[in-house]
């Protein structure tokens, strides 16, 4: 039933007042990357600045930041491809396999992801400088991966799960062998499953703290959300260049999710639906 | 072109079991139907013979080689599924020649195979299009394009026809019965529905409870049913069978009787809808009520009640009776087919009697 012009316009009206709840921040956060260094604290305080500089965000562009910005690609590049592989195929053995004992193992996926961070990061710390991978790629990408790929299995396992295993049969009896069924059958038709948990290990590792801070030592190493710590200084904090720093750390996932914002609902609520 | 042999296949899923020692020989170039009911075994029985399913016991032969162990890309045999399974991340030309691509094959030399097989089920105007573009007898037209592409020794349908309104479903009948006859396969069809198995079939085995029911020509099997859950299964609508006991040379039932020279014992009297002769009340053999009367144009059928027993008899579209008449029913001797009650089994001893002074005496009341 199509809902009345009142009740529409108070749909509408809720939904804006969660938007403008939701995107405060972001709009904070712009706004003081614009202000002046007298500005931030300036009472009474102002939406947007009086006059906008660009100045933050020069002083914010330094070569660490390039630094910290390409290990961040580098880092959450290479756990994007390497959880989605292994999540890819992991997934299509949970779904395809009659065995128990696989059943049984999936629960073992589910269970590894409910320790939180800061109680495992002590063993893989001690992991990781027993294995001599301290201040490596290899140290984050590592620990990312483990802690991604539980629930990359999870989101996989639910879209490869609603596939018809008819498809496979059928190029199975057109002359198909497993491997050639998996990379020409399964896997372009599981693309939006693929594409919404990219960028779900992307987000995650993206804007990942906490082992990034307790890896890496020298600032060769760091990642971007480390890297903004720069800015929060022992006598005080320097809000304009952080807030600067955080648009620029923000805006490439923000992008990434812009273009593939179909996949990820489609991918999300794939199969809900008879298509 | 090959023959096909199953012998004594069995199959279970866990303990439930799909198939029992199944005997099945099907001769080079017939196009054999499954015909049975949902979860009696005949869906299984391809399955198995394509090679998705491994049998619990017994042997596949496929040309007279044992393919027990053989992949089914090995198996050299193309199949339909009931829907369709189309890739619909490729087109209808890239659908058509995937079997063609996998085995190798490339360049203008696919091209044309997939024209000539697109050209087979007219669907050459529609190679670039998506599966998702077009309609369901498209769809299942392109399916079957994809299985004859490659020319295979054997083709399996799974009851392609199922997802087809009734309408397109009579016209695709008509053009698979065609094709198959023109490229000469052999064909394994399975369907639940008794008039694709009636229309298309060379031959037709009933399945039922994980065993084979009856395996004949069409005409056989609508002629002499083996057992009652065949001859309730095969026409529409299906055979009238009206339970009894034969005493002292007689059919006896609550409605009538008539006479009937068979070993006694509890029965099941069978006669088709067509052969039920409606007469005057008081007259024929069993007495009967008119509960229903359908016009379906060609003919009426009209649901009778004898006694305890629901009897159809389909007459002339003139045939309409008002309902809760009271009437006769004839049944032709010639006609009738008896079976066990208990076993449903055929029984073959019945002889018709002709009138004799015993049959003067009163009918048994209703």
């Known amino acids: 039933m199509r809902p009345s012009v009142p009740e529409r316009a108070a749909l509408a009206g809720l939904q804006l007042l969660l938007a403008a709840f939701v995107l405060l921040p972001f709009f904070w956060m712009v706004s003081v990357s614009l202000k002046p260094a007298t500005e931030p604290f300036a009472i009474p305080a102002r939406l947007w600045p009086e006059a906008p500089t660009l100045d933050n965000y020069v002083t914010a562009f330094r070569p660490e930041f390039r630094t910290y910005f390409v290990n961040s690609v580098i880092v959450s590049g290479a756990t994007v491809a390497i959880t989605v592989t292994l999540g890819l195929l992991a997934a299509y053995s949970f779904t395809r396999a009659r065995l128990v004992l696989i059943t049984a193992l999936m629960s073992l996926v589910v269970l590894a992801q409910m320790f939180p961070h800061a109680a495992i990061i002590i063993p893989i710390y001690r992991m990781m400088r027993g294995a001599g991978l301290l201040n490596t790629y290899a140290a984050l990408i590592i620990a990312y991966v483990s802690v991604t790929l539980p629930v990359a299995i999870w989101l996989l396992r639910g879209f490869l799960g609603k596939m018809p295993v008819a498809l496979e049969e059928a190029a199975t009896i057109d002359g198909a062998g497993r491997l050639r069924v998996f990379f020409e059958i399964v896997v372009p038709l599981a693309r939006p499953g693929i594409i919404a948990t990219a960028v779900y290990v992307l987000i995650v590792t993206w804007q990942e703290f906490l082992f990034a801070l307790s890896f890496t030592a020298t600032r060769e190493m760091r990642t971007l959300p480390v890297g903004l710590n720069d800015f929060v200084g022992q006598y005080g904090i320097r809000y304009g260049e952080l807030m600067a720093s955080s648009v620029m750390v923000s805006v490439p996932v923000i992008a990434v999710f812009f273009l593939l914002q179909r996949y990820f609902v489609a991918g999300l609520t794939a199969g809900a639906v008879k298509g | ?366």
């Open chain 2, 1 to 366: 072109m090959a023959t096909v042999d199953l012998r004594g296949l069995v199959k279970r899923f866990g303990s439930f079991t799909a198939i029992e020692a199944l005997d099945l020989a099907i001769a080079d170039g017939e196009f054999l139907v499954l015909l049975g009911p949902s979860g009696c075994g005949k869906t299984t029985t391809m399955r198995i013979v394509a090679g998705l399913e491994e049998p619990t016991a017994g042997d596949i032969f496929i040309g007279g080689r044992r393919v027990n162990e053989v992949h089914p890309r090995d198996r050299d045999l193309a199949m339909v599924f009931q829907n369709y399974a189309l890739y619909p991340h490729m087109t209808v030309g890239q659908n058509i020649g995937y079997p063609l691509k996998v085995r190798g094959l490339r360049g203008a030399e696919r091209e044309a195979q997939v024209r000539a097989a697109a050209a087979k089920v007219e669907l050459e105007a529609l190679l670039h299009r998506r599966p998702a573009e077009l309609s369901g007898g498209q769809r299942q037209r392109v399916a079957l394009a994809r299985a004859i592409v490659r020319r295979p020794q054997l083709f399996l349908m799974d009851e392609p026809l199922s997802n087809l309104d009734a309408k397109l479903r009579t016209g695709m009948r008509a053009e698979l019965k065609h094709l198959q006859r023109e490229l000469g396969i052999t064909t394994i069809y399975v369907t639940h529905d008794q008039v694709e198995a009636m229309t298309l079939a060379d031959r037709i085995v009933i399945l039922n409870n994980a065993r084979i029911q009856h395996c004949g020509a069409p005409a056989e099997i609508y002629a002499r049913p083996a057992n009652a859950f065949v001859a309730g299964f095969i026409g529409s609508p299906p055979m009238n069978l009206i339970a009894g006991r034969i005493e002292g040379g007689r059919f006896r039932h609550p409605a009538g009787g008539l006479p009937l020279a068979a070993a006694p014992g509890a029965v099941l009297l069978g006669i088709r809808p067509e052969h039920v002769g409606v007469v005057d009340a008081g007259a024929g053999d069993l007495v009967a009520e008119v509960f229903s009367a359908e016009l379906l144009g060609d003919v009426t059928l009209l649901n009778l009640r004898a006694g305890p027993s629901m009897v159809i008899a389909k007459v002339p579209p003139e045939g309409m009776r008002p309902m809760g008449m009271r009437l006769g029913l004839r049944l032709p001797r010639e006609r009738l087919h008896l079976f066990d009650a208990a076993t449903g089994a055929r029984r073959e001893d019945a002889r018709p009697k002709d009138a004799r002074p015993e049959d003067a005496r009163p009918k048994d009341a209703p």
